[in-house]
């Protein structure tokens, strides 16, 4: 009997088990992480609904959270995806311009949660799809550009200014205030999210989309009319669409590009479509 070739077969049979076992458990390790991860993911939408309850627990006007705060909910906001609210490829292709008119595309609006408190809903936007530029009185605003190419312009008020001193002004010019551009500019997913506050930060801003869209948006707190904070729509004009002495001396010319006239739009109407919710459930 060859002792040798006996040994060294068990030795075989016995490493070639032990590589058996060894590549099971990985296979297992891995399916378990992919699990874990997959549940973490459907987690995402309700740790969001968590976290602005949290910080949005005081619910009123011109409250801004602290610096801590507002960075915990960027943060959040920066780590979704699409997917986290179960959108698919095909869903970014929405709705187009209806044919033979000239009219921006209808948006839909997608609610989430909406309480007294705050909000959070999903923009989904066509090709050119536009949301006019309006502003958030009282607010905190974040948003995230989960999906597309957009343009968006923002403005904060110029404060303090003196615009109305030149009596020449027509009547129609009167009802302009100056602002100042905040953010003129495109962005695309996967981009970092953006926070305005009630007096900074671009409170008024306006998007048109350049691909489909899908934009998140969390209001702290949202549009009341009972509590008086309406949508206010705006029409802007070029800074140099007003000649005024007592004003344009004031920029130099590579700054006009920095301002604009604001005028309230008293008939604008922004229609959306209403879109249903197929995400996560949260759990209130």
Known sequence: MNIGKILLSKRSVSGHNS??????????????ELEKRKSSREDMVQKLYDTCKQIFANGKAGYVPPPHDI?????????????????????????????GTVEAPLVTYIKIHECNKFSIGIFCLPPSGVIP????????????????????????????????????????ESRMRLAKVHVDDDFSAPCKSSVLFPESGGNMHCFKAITPCILL?????????????????????????ISLSDVNKEMKEDEERSYAWLEERKDEQFVVLGGTYDGPTIKL
Not at 156 to 164: A, G, K, T
Request: hydrophobic share 25%.
């Open 19 to 32: 590589s058996n076992i060894s590549k099971k458990r990985k296979k297992k390790k891995k399916k378990m």
């Open 217 to 241: 948006d969390v209001l702290g707190p949202p549009y009341s009319e009972a509590e008086g904070r309406h949508c206010t729509y705006y029409q802007h004009y070029s800074y140099d669409h």
């Open 71 to 99: 960075q915990r909910l960027k943060s959040l906001l920066d780590s979704l995806e699409p997917k986290d609210f179960k959108f698919t490829a095909p869903s970014l292709e929405f709705s187009s311009t209806n044919p």
């Open 133 to 172: 530029l309006h502003n958030h009185p009282g607010m905190t605003v974040f948003c995230k550009l989960l999906a597309g190419t957009m343009h968006t312009t923002s403005y904060d008020w110029v404060q303090n200014h003196n615009h109305q001193a030149n009596h020449d002004r027509g009547q129609h």
